[in-house]
């Protein structure tokens, strides 16, 4: 087959399954699950609007470039998933849309997972859903509330709110590099935790700081998400922070690990905020430019505070500031 057929075969072949997607209405988990028997490429889960309590959904399939398979609220909002409801996403170029997480709580565990059974995702999309008040009695209750695993993922366009329980609010795992995308989401009201671990956002952890994710982080706001020192933990290599805005924020960008950051662009306002911060700058390699910075407290001692570090350091340990670029930024009333 010369390359000409072979292009057409494959234009026919996606045009074939724009022309025969399908919908499914479903109104439970297990409609979910057997709906995916049948739906492939192009096709929609259409969530039927109303309360699903206890639901523990299971996205696993295969969709196309172009042609994802989609599971999706009937209207966007209108699917209220509470009680102990989490949701699994596996499989390839998968899109999740609409939905809303409210006054629910688990044990453990993530609420949304890019990972389902042994599968991971990749490629595949979190869009238009919002997490909210998903908090358990106790603080001490430690779970997460988006876990990417694979690779290629994206979570954009959602809400998190009011996080005041243990845990990381969006958090990547391995594989490395997984080129993971975090954009246009809004955290607000995570108020300050009794420990470390309240990260909004974390990058990796200790034991993965010589690997790159190249994970993008861009256009988020984040206000008064103050849970710990670290507003965003970066722990690997190449990652980007970027055209975001922190508002009230008690707690600073850490590059705590890694190496070959990029933050840029950023805009930082402190608001009166007591413990208000920036970046807070460890290891080798970071380039910090273009950022806006005003009425911040120096949370860290800086409104970028270079740490001295320490030579040979362990992985979990503060390794030296190296062939750090820090330019054209505005500082405007800070302390």
Known sequence: MNHRTLSAAICLAACGWAASAADFLVSSASDITAALVQAGPGDTLIMTDGVWTDEYIRFRDDGLPGNPITLRAQTPGGVVLNGSSKLEIGGDHLVVEGLRFEGGALTDGH???FQSSSTEATNSVLRDCAIIDYNPPSIGTRYFWVSLYGTNNTVENCRFENQNHSGVTVVV???WPNNHTIRNNHFVDRPVGPENGWETIRIGTSDFVNDSSETLVESNLFQRADGEIEVISN???NNVYRSNTFRECK?????????SATVEGNFF????ASGSGGVRVIGPGHRIWNNYFEGLLGRTD???ALEAGQPGAPNSGYEPVTDVIVAHNTFVDCN
């Open 235 to 237: 722990k690997t290599g």
């Open 269 to 272: 306002f402190g608001e009166g």
């Open 251 to 259: 707690a600073t960008l850490t590059l705590r690990h890694g190496f």
């Open 173 to 175: 795992w391995g594989d």
């Open 111 to 113: 609420v949304v997972r």
């Open 302 to 304: 800086g409104i970028i």
